[in-house]
């Protein structure tokens, strides 16, 4: 899942990034409320974290601009502005929830993945392919009866995966989905990842189900 972050305090800004990616996140960060428009209007986005008090344009006017615009990506205002009428105002603007500082990171990763399950037709945590299951709760990865560890960016890896099976996921696909906007697509690090990531799940299993499509990127396929 990949979330935009628009916060001009570092410190918060490097708590969140902390956290997400810990939970296997990708996230882009955002300073000001110019960036943050940019970037949530020229990238695509499973949800938005917004401060309202930004520099150059405030977070009520980011949510007014892309909800005018058609834009439904889900909204979550994570603000120090705490009075009724803001939250009130917040929610009526558009926002999908409202979230005031001092927070408690549990309490942000619990609505956004709140968020994140609406209108999901499939509300079991488990994603199944052929003998590979993911359970998206307590992120236990199992190939047959093996307890497989990941790290976090295999783990993000694998899920994105699992949710596309069949479909050609290009490296661009991958680095904006995994990593973030501004990733280098020439390095090797993708390759990387997924090399140890077929390590785990595929070297000692069949079906293999991580394949190279020359030039293009990766797809997940095998006997279901």
């Given at each position: 899942m990949r979330i935009l972050l628009v916060e001009d305090d570092k410190n918060v800004a490097r708590f969140i990034e902390k956290g997400l990616k810990e939970n296997s996140f990708s996230l882009d960060i955002a300073e000001n409320g110019e960036d943050g428009l940019h970037l949530a209007t020229q990238e695509n986005y499973d949800l938005i974290i917004l401060d309202i008090m930004l520099p150059v344009l405030s977070g009520d006017k980011i949510l007014l601009h892309l909800r005018e615009r058609g834009n439904t990506t889900p909204v979550i205002f994570l603000t120090a502005k705490d009075s009724e009428g803001s939250i009130v105002n917040g929610l009526n603007l558009g926002a999908d929830d409202y979230i005031v500082k001092p927070f408690s990171?549990?309490?942000?990763?619990?609505?956004?993945r709140a968020i994140l399950r609406r209108g999901k037709e499939v509300v079991s945590p488990l994603l199944q392919y052929a003998d590979l299951t993911l359970n998206q709760i307590s992120r236990e990865v199992r190939r047959g009866d093996a307890l497989i560890d990941l790290t976090p960016k295999e783990y993000a890896l694998l899920e994105y995966f699992m949710r596309n099976p069949g479909q050609v996921l290009?490296?661009?696909?991958?680095?904006?989905?995994i990593w973030n906007y501004n990733f280098d697509t020439m390095t090797n690090i993708i390759d990387v990842h997924i090399n140890h990531l077929r390590a785990k799940i595929d070297k000692d299993f069949s079906p293999k189900l991580i394949h190279t499509v020359k030039g293009v990127g990766y797809v997940f396929k095998g006997k279901n």
């Open positions: 990171f549990h309490e942000l990763l619990a609505r956004i290009t490296r661009t696909m991958l680095s904006e989905h």
